[in-house]
């Protein structure tokens, strides 16, 4: 069942928003080679008990981080580490934000140092791509019209989409319907309605598409060691246009 939002209810979830730009604003600053996704990760928890917040994915499922940290072929859920991060790694923090019961949720991808220039693309496209997604969450739009966007621009641009892991519907849980796929046909889905709320997150890789598991149950990696990179924003479909509860 998908819970449609009402005004106040968005306000609710645009301050958590709020707070969750702030933090990545922070991060942005923080992210050069030496520092240790574990420090990002401290941080984060902090930064979010300063503004009366919490980390709604810490516990989740046994989840033990504030963060995903994910660097280079890790597309997603990558634990935070002692490791420190290297000039020409990417890194992706992820993180949901509760504020008083309503959450927001948001990832970004970050340069370490000087990249490749394949990372970079890989950077500029899978934000790019995650933009067009957005500009089709409109008021009778179907799902499919997003999903396309996202693949057409990235494929074109000669980056594969990843399929395993999908946006989502978000409120008071952290995942609630509708599904939100960055893949396939136009026209097809179900259509957009005002007061939906989800997140649009494209996670595109370099090479394959397709992603392997490790062994600690969450972490998922490229299957052929490609980079792999995720931004993604929540949003809110009105009548006036989606409105992005997480912009930086």
């Not at 939002?5 to 709020?18: F, L, N, P, Q």
């Not at 980390?55 to 580490?81: L, M, R």
């Not at 067009?132 to 641009?157: C, L």
């Not at 299957?223 to 009548?239: F, R």
Request: net charge negative; glycine share 10%.
């Amino acid at each position: 069942m998908i819970i449609l939002k009402t005004k106040d209810e968005i306000e609710h979830m645009r301050k958590a928003g709020e707070i969750l730009a702030a933090c990545h604003r922070e991060i942005r600053t923080m992210v050069k080679p030496g520092v240790t996704t574990q420090e990002i990760d401290q941080f984060v928890e902090k930064f979010l008990k300063q503004h009366g917040a919490t980390p709604e994915q810490k516990g989740y499922k046994g989840y033990a981080f504030a963060t995903c940290a994910s660097v280079n072929d890790v597309i997603c859920h990558g634990f935070p580490s002692a490791a420190p991060l290297k000039d020409g790694d990417i890194v992706t923090i992820d993180m949901v934000v509760n504020l008083n019961g309503w959450l927001a949720d948001s990832a970004w991808s970050y340069p370490v140092g000087s990249v490749s220039e394949q990372a970079a693309k890989l950077l500029e496209v899978t934000e790019a791509s995650m933009y067009k997604g957005i500009e089709q969450a409109v008021v009778g739009n179907r799902m499919g019209d997003v999903s396309n966007a996202i693949q057409q621009y990235a494929e074109a641009q000669g980056f594969s989409v990843v399929r395993d892991f999908i946006g989502h519907g978000i409120g008071q849980d952290m995942h609630e319907e509708p599904q939100v796929p960055h893949y396939g046909p136009p026209g097809r889905g179900i259509r957009l309605k005002a007061g939906m709320v989800m997140t649009i997150e494209p996670m595109l890789n370099t090479g394959a598409w397709q992603s392997k598991i490790d062994a600690d149950g969450w972490t998922a990696r490229t299957i052929d060691g490609g980079l792999s990179a995720q931004y993604e924003h929540t949003i809110a479909i009105t009548e006036d246009g989606p409105i992005i509860l997480t912009k930086q």
